[in-house]
């Protein structure tokens, strides 16, 4: 590479007739002597020029003469052409170091790098001793001790190639000391111990335009800002992985381009390895491979300090710099004291103006690019004005820091005062015997309370440990505070506590007939636990399990039975629970614990004898790694068990047997059958349209009347209307829907009468649609008459009962059928009500088949069975029979008898089961105007347990097999073997 070098300073002809060896190591050497960065380099470049004036002087002598005859290595040469022997070479080695200029393309060293290079001070005096072995053992003294290469220098005022150190908060600014860097990049670690080593302890220090980039070197000089500070490495802790240093700024230096760091070519090995290279023109072309290669050193030029005068205007604004200066220092302790380090003590600051705009920016802590613009500004006018522009804004963040700072002190003060005060008070009534202690006053307190109570032996003997126990303890540990709360729950149970019980049956009577309508199972067996209480003279508990569909009063009325047997009421619903300790509580233990809602019940009603209403217990969460509540709920709702349950919080055994438990469920399958078992089911149907008129006229509508503020009079609402309202808007089981339209109707009610459109209004069927909107519900039945293959069955639904029809059609005509039939399923059917269409087409072809032999129409007919209404889902075994009835109707030909509707569930065998929901079809059937229907035998008991009104006016059959219904729906036909039932 360095023969390429010389090559590109000369012609081929001014290189001809040299010997390629020998000139190789002449010009290298002399080529590493000028372009030298480092001391090792210079002194390697030197020794072999030494030797080869010892062994071919002649040789080096003549090619310094080619190379003196080029003007800017004529001084170099000059000397070389003096020094053919090793005495002359020593002698003039001083002098060589104070003339010779040290080339690196276009940079230039001249005198002063000399001196520092050495390190002996400005005049070049000691310089042979590097060309001797005291020379490589000084080196060697140098490379072991970084210490005695960081020994005090004087600092060259022209120093251009300088290692590149990253700051990412603030620039460094001239004449500031003490600034610590750490170091963690290798590649910089190397080349900062290397420096140091050498006697050149010297940096750049740039700011990073990005913050938030922590690299420690950078690929591109965009990266920084191109002005920084020439910093000198005072001190240096080497860590191994990492370095620290701290720096003394000195002056602004700007990069002028990137150097690239070749020191590593410095010794005799790689000298040895770069000659043995067979082309040397490759050497460049290995170096240059990689042009992304991290930046660590930069030549610099100085940025002087421009001239100034010291006018008045300069003075006045130091002075009120100073000024800034004293006054953020008498705030902020911390500025003070940056102040003092910083401050020389040979100079007045007030006297150099360049040094006061420095320090005062430093002392700041605005952005960095506001600081990095005061170091680039050369006009020391412009800057001083930037620098009191900050300090001005950093003094009032130092007056609305102190500010805070001595409201937090005032506050921190007056606690502390009140506490004091306090605790001088306590032991002021301590003395004088006016109160007691924390922990004396506690116990005194559960005592008190224990007076007034009953406690059972088992629970006085846990308290008087736990008493026993809160003594010895600090009233200001956690045990302490664990125990007191223990103490509080154990004594505000309701020990020994009960209400006073209602025996008066027809105290009772009233209280449940004014507050609900009908729901006679349920008042009766309220009446027969009073009436067993009064005869055994004692309160007993019970538990209760009322089912029924939504909206019938379930919840209601258990608020009306706690009223009438004079018990206190409390309500919660388990819906969505999955953690057992919101039922029996969690231990002691754990930080926040609590006792379960038994418990916390019988803590709020003072009273062991209460109604406890335990709503949608169908819907209580499953088994979860929090337990399983349904499992608790055994225990609790188990008479054999309860009297001594156990709350995980109490850890002791509390009786339940006095506590009558009321359940509610919307169906009854989603309750284990354990949990099922433990409760008495008590069925609550709907309502029919009679019994909601009645509740609507008696309870309803004064209610919301009431509610609205409308007094009696002024609206009133039609019985035809109302009917028309229940049977065209409020068809469910429930009168939640029917209090939500007669709100409506009240509330628009309320708003003509408030807005003058009337002063009295009335509610009739022709104006109830502009109140509650378009009926919802308007046909009962699809067909007025039922052709064949199609017959109505009745159904129960949430909603309450309903009607529905059946339709049975083929696909293809009789001519063009298969020898084998088929059967579609359409209308939305679920997986129960799809088995009873496969039962019934099975017992259809053996009952045609059977009873009238020549009829083979269902033996190769592709039949289509739909429900109408596809859109709504259909489940359950109850239309077994009206699905044989559609079947067989439509192979016969004929269409069944009239106005009648049917429900039961059908074997393969042709026996007609019983089914449930017989009160609300029986209602659907009606309000659909048949006249006729049939019931499983199973049901005949379900069907005179109706009251009066709703059976009155039906023809009604009870059919146990399918050929007794067959002659009610065909009294016409004839058939073979009637009687058989086989």
Not at 370 to 381: A, H, R, S, T, W
Not at 721 to 730: F, H, V
Request: with cysteine.
């Amino acid at each position: 590479m360095f023969y390429t070098i010389v090559k590109k300073n000369f012609n081929d002809d001014e290189c001809s007739g040299f010997t390629l060896n020998k000139t190789k190591l002449v010009f290298i050497g002399i080529i590493q002597l000028l372009i030298s960065s480092t001391s090792v380099q210079f002194f390697m470049a030197w020794r072999l020029l030494r030797r080869l004036l010892i062994t071919a002087p002649e040789l080096v002598v003549g090619k310094a003469e080619l190379l003196g005859q080029k003007r800017k290595f004529a001084t170099v040469c000059a000397v070389l052409r003096c020094s053919s022997n090793r005495k002359v070479w020593n002698s003039d080695f001083g002098s060589f170091r104070d003339n010779c200029c040290i080339i690196n393309g276009s940079h230039f060293w001249g005198k002063a790098y000399c001196a520092s290079f050495s390190g002996s001070g400005e005049n070049g005096s000691n310089y042979s001793t590097l060309g001797g072995e005291a020379s490589s053992q000084e080196a060697k003294s140098d490379r072991d001790d970084p210490a005695a290469a960081l020994a005090p220098v004087v600092v060259p005022n022209v120093f251009p190639v300088v290692p590149l150190l990253l700051v990412g908060r603030r620039p460094v600014f001239p004449k500031t000391t003490l600034t610590i860097m750490h170091i963690i990049n290798p590649s910089l670690i190397h080349l900062l111990r290397r420096k140091v080593k050498l006697g050149q302890p010297y940096a750049g220090v740039f700011l990073k335009k990005d913050e938030n980039n922590e690299k420690e070197v950078i690929e591109s000089l965009s990266e920084i800002y191109n002005v920084g500070t020439f910093v000198q490495i005072r001190e240096m802790q080497d860590f191994g992985d990492r370095l620290g240093m701290v720096l003394e700024g000195h002056r602004r230096i700007k990069i002028v381009r990137a150097v690239e760091d070749d020191s590593t070519k410095a010794d005799k090995e790689e000298q040895d390895s770069i000659l043995n290279q067979p082309d040397v023109a490759k050497s460049e072309t290995d170096d240059s491979k990689n042009d992304k290669k991290p930046i660590l050193l930069v030549e610099t030029e100085n940025l002087p300090e421009l001239k100034y005068e010291y006018t008045e205007e300069l003075k006045a604004m130091t002075q009120e710099i100073l000024k800034t200066v004293r006054d953020i220092a008498a705030i902020n302790p911390l500025i003070r004291e940056t102040i003092m380090q910083n401050l020389p003590t040979t100079q007045r600051v007030v006297d150099n103006p360049v040094f006061l705009s420095d320090l005062g920016c430093m002392l700041t802590s605005a952005k960095a690019e506001e600081m990095q613009n005061v170091l680039e500004e050369m006009n020391i006018k412009s800057r001083l004005m930037m620098v009191l522009g900050l300090l001005k804004k950093e003094h009032e963040i130092s007056k609305l820091q102190a500010k805070i700072g001595k409201m937090v002190e005032d506050k921190v003060k007056q606690q502390h005062k009140k506490h004091l005060l306090y605790e001088q008070l306590k032991a002021i009534k301590k003395e004088l015997g006016v109160e007691k202690e924390d922990k004396d006053a506690v116990v005194e307190k559960f005592q008190e309370r224990l007076k007034e109570l009953n406690v059972p032996a088992h629970v006085k003997e846990v308290i008087d440990e736990e008493l026993q126990k809160l003594s010895f303890l600090d009233p200001h540990s956690s045990e302490f505070n664990v125990s007191r709360n223990y103490l509080d729950w154990l004594t505000k149970m309701p020990w020994g506590r009960q209400t006073e019980e209602n025996f008066d049956l027809s105290r009772a009577k009233t209280v449940l007939d004014n507050d609900h309508y009908g729901m006679d199972d349920v008042k009766e067996r309220i009446f027969e636990f009073i009436a067993v209480s009064k005869m055994k003279g004692s309160v007993q508990g019970k538990i209760i399990c009322l089912h029924g569909p939504p909206g019938v009063g379930k919840t209601s009325i258990a608020r009306s039975i706690a009223t009438a047997l004079n018990r206190e009421y409390f309500r919660f619903s388990v819906g969505g629970m999955t953690d057992v300790a919101e039922i029996k509580g969690h231990r002691r233990t754990y930080v926040g614990s609590m006792p379960g809602k038994i418990i916390q019940c019988l803590k709020k009603v003072m009273s062991e004898n209460p109604l406890i209403l335990i709503d949608e217990i169908d819907k209580i969460g499953h088994a979860s790694y929090h337990g399983d509540p349904t499992s608790a709920l055994l225990e609790l709702l188990d008479p054999q068990q309860n009297c001594n349950f156990l709350d995980h919080y109490l850890d002791v055994a509390v009786d339940l047997s006095k506590v009558l438990f009321i359940c509610t469920a919307n169906v009854i399958n989603t309750i284990p059958e354990p949990l099922r078992d433990r409760m008495e089911m008590i069925e609550v149907s709907g309502y029919v349209a009679e019994e909601k008129l009645n509740i609507a006229k008696k309870y309803l509508i004064p209610q919301t009347m009431a509610e609205c503020g409308i007094k009696d009079g002024i609206i009133s609402i039609e019985n035809n209307s109302l009917e028309l309202l229940i049977k065209q808007y409020c068809r469910e089981s429930g009168v939640r829907n029917l209090r939500k339209q007669i709100e409506k109707i009240l509330r628009k009610g309320a708003y003509k009468l408030t807005s003058g459109q009337a002063e009295r209004l009335v509610i009739t069927t022709e104006n109830l649609h502009e109140y509650v909107g378009k009926p919802i519900f308007i046909h009962d039945r699809l067909y007025d008459y039922t052709p064949p293959g199609v017959v109505m069955g009745m159904a129960w639904t949430g909603m309450g009962g309903s009607t529905f029809f059946i339709e049975t059609s083929t696909r293809k005509s009789q001519e063009s059928a298969d020898k084998e039939g088929s059967m579609v399923i359409t209308g939305h059917l679920g997986d129960v009500m799809k088995e009873s269409v496969l039962i019934a087409h099975t017992f259809a072809k053996q009952f045609v088949g059977k009873h009238f032999p020549d009829n083979r129409f269902l033996e190769s007919a592709q039949l289509h069975i739909h429900v109408p209404q596809g859109g709504v889902p259909k489940d359950g075994p109850s239309a077994g029979c009206t699905l044989v009835s559609s079947i067989i109707s439509l192979a016969l030909g004929k269409s069944v008898r009239q106005n009648i509707a049917m429900t039961g569930e059908i074997s393969l065998t042709g026996k007609i089961l019983p089914v449930g929901g017989i009160k609300e079809k029986v209602i659907a059937a009606r309000r659909a105007e048949v006249t006729c229907i049939v019931l499983p035998e199973g049901n005949r008991n379900d069907f005179f347990d109706l009251p009066q009104f709703i059976a009155t006016g039906l023809e009604v059959h009870f059919v146990d097999h399918y050929s007794d219904l067959f002659k009610i729906l065909f009294p016409s036909m004839e058939m073979s073997n009637l009687s058989d039932r086989e």
